[in-house]
């Protein structure tokens, strides 16, 4: 029997990845990160940027700690991949700032997920979010964003998400919808008569 090829995870998953296995491997070999990071010529803040995935892995670093430690060659080598691997970027990351980073977040970790299951308490998900709530909902409050947000590429980039969530290798997906988040406006109505394609009914 053949195999299925094997998805591989979010690139938000694979940077975190190296973080938790060097702070593994500082608790296997006894040593704090200053001392570690000090041995190795890095910073402290270099170390710890790497072990919280907030920057892209460092390939020179997680190479140095397997080298200074002596970690055997198999553990070396899932090591180095996985920092190769970090630095993979998806379709939004060259739009994050216009789609809003926030959202940003939401695609990199739906990316390569095999199932989503949420809660909505207030707000429709953005999965299932139509055009004109989600145009109505990212107009209404345009201080929240930064200044290169732009509500038209924030709606495209969730028609997008929502495209590759309904693709026959999409995720399978499970939600609870409260009743408040259906019932909830998406935006301020145009007048004092709230107008229904504004509200999420």
């Given at each position: 029997?053949?195999?299925?090829?094997?998805?591989?995870?979010?690139?938000?998953?694979?940077?975190?990845?190296?973080?938790?296995?060097i702070?593994?491997?500082?608790?296997?070999?006894?040593?704090?990160?200053?001392?570690?990071?000090?041995?190795?010529?890095?910073?402290?803040?270099?170390?710890?940027?790497?072990?919280?995935?907030?920057?892209?892995?460092?390939?020179?670093?997680?190479?140095?700690?397997?080298?200074?430690?002596?970690?055997?060659?198999n553990?070396?080598?899932?090591?180095?991949?996985?920092?190769?691997?970090?630095?993979?970027r998806?379709?939004?990351?060259?739009?994050?700032?216009?789609?809003?980073?926030?959202?940003?977040?939401?695609?990199?970790?739906?990316?390569?997920t095999?199932?989503?299951?949420?809660?909505?308490?207030?707000?429709?998900?953005?999965?299932?979010?139509?055009?004109?709530?989600?145009?109505?909902?990212?107009?209404?409050?345009?201080?929240?964003?930064?200044?290169?947000?732009?509500?038209?590429?924030?709606?495209?980039?969730?028609?997008?998400?929502?495209?590759?969530?309904?693709?026959?290798?999409?995720?399978?997906?499970?939600v609870?919808?409260?009743?408040?988040?259906?019932?909830?406006?998406?935006?301020?109505?145009?007048?004092?008569?709230?107008?229904?394609?504004?509200?999420?009914?």
């Amino acid at each position: 029997m053949e195999a299925e090829p094997v998805t591989p995870p979010s690139p938000y998953i694979r940077r975190q990845w190296p973080g938790r296995e060097i702070r593994r491997l500082g608790e296997e070999y006894d040593i704090a990160a200053e001392p570690l990071a000090r041995a190795l010529g890095f910073s402290r803040q270099h170390l710890n940027a790497l072990e919280n995935g907030r920057l892209g892995p460092d390939i020179d670093l997680v190479s140095g700690i397997c080298d200074y430690l002596s970690v055997g060659a198999n553990r070396r080598a899932a090591n180095m991949d996985a920092a190769t691997d970090g630095w993979t970027r998806g379709w939004w990351t060259a739009h994050a700032e216009r789609m809003g980073r926030r959202q940003a977040i939401f695609a990199d970790l739906e990316s390569g997920t095999a199932a989503i299951s949420e809660y909505a308490i207030a707000v429709i998900p953005g999965l299932l979010q139509t055009t004109a709530f989600a145009n109505a909902r990212l107009r209404c409050q345009p201080t929240r964003h930064s200044e290169h947000f732009d509500p038209a590429a924030a709606v495209a980039a969730r028609t997008t998400r929502q495209q590759l969530f309904l693709a026959p290798d999409g995720p399978h997906y499970d939600v609870v919808l409260d009743e408040a988040a259906i019932r909830r406006c998406a935006g301020a109505p145009p007048s004092r008569i709230s107008s229904p394609s504004s509200c999420g009914t």
